[in-house]
């Protein structure tokens, strides 16, 4: 069972490994708005459990405190959402890149957002494999010339954004670690979500990337989530405004669910009372079909 929350402090999360990310990785910074976030969130490390998948991103469960589980690649919402329904009480976050999220993991996660597991889901894009030196990775701009692609992309880019949005997730967020204050309040929003929530964080790869690019927050009303411009449960809008992922870079709740619905964890323990309560007819039907 859960605790209530606690006042806990940021270094309650770190644990004694030390980030080997290159210097002026943007993934150290995402790492601090976790710790940030989980503190505020208030429940201690014993009750979290943190998947990732493969790439540099992926190191971040390791220097939590929290329970901590490092798949193969492209594999974290799988485990994430066992997890989940194994231990309901958990608090349950996944994380990785861009290429470990919509290239070999890209199909799960239509899945998770329609089932609705109450997870956090926090993406680091940078627009490139960085771990592998530098080759295309799903976000990356057509015609970018990377070591896989010497003559230019010929591939229009996932709009992770858009695609979170169509796949109907109910809440969806973009931050940079160029805000800390804001990127650790929407990683605690999503963490307070009652369901799937899709954070993607513009993560620079200094060594690789281009983060000059990423770096560029356009001062609209999405840069605080004080003075949001369209209304974060109008998902059109959202939509709209997520047409201009590689071109600005607009940071903020672009939606949240205003009516939150059932996530499956509590749906499967409303079938398993339902199963429980009607038990001696079923076991008697099943019974029939045992060979003796």
Known sequence: MACAEQKLDPKDFKS??????????GDFGVLQAIYRALAAFGRPPHEIA???????????????????????????LPIAQG???ANPGLLVLAAGGDGDGFSIGGGHVAHAVRRNLDITYIVMDNQIYGLTKGQLSPTSPRGLTTASSIFGSLEE????????????????????????VQLSTIIEEGLRFPGFAFINVQSPCVTFGQPEAQLKAHKTGMIKLAS???DPADRIAAMS????????????????????????????????????????????????????
């Open 16 to 25: 004694d490994l030390k980030p080997i990310w290159c210097p002026g990785c």
């Open 50 to 76: 943190f998947v990732s998948g493969i790439g540099c991103s992926s190191r971040i469960p390791g220097y939590t405190t929290a329970y901590g589980f490092n798949t193969v690649h492209g594999r974290a």
């Open 83 to 85: 997890i989940k329904l």
């Open 157 to 180: 880019p996932v709009n992770p954004i858009l695609y979170l949005l169509g796949y109907g997730a109910r809440y969806v967020a973009q931050g940079t670690p160029a805000d800390m």
């Open 228 to 230: 949001i411009q369209h």
């Open 241 to 292: 405004l997520a047409q201009d992922y590689g071109r600005k870079l607009y940071t903020g709740v672009f939606y949240r669910d205003p009516e939150p619905r059932p996530t499956y964890e509590q749906t499967v323990a409303e079938r398993h009372r339902s199963l429980t309560s009607s038990a001696p007819a079923r076991t008697d039907i099943l019974n029939a079909f045992i060979p003796r």
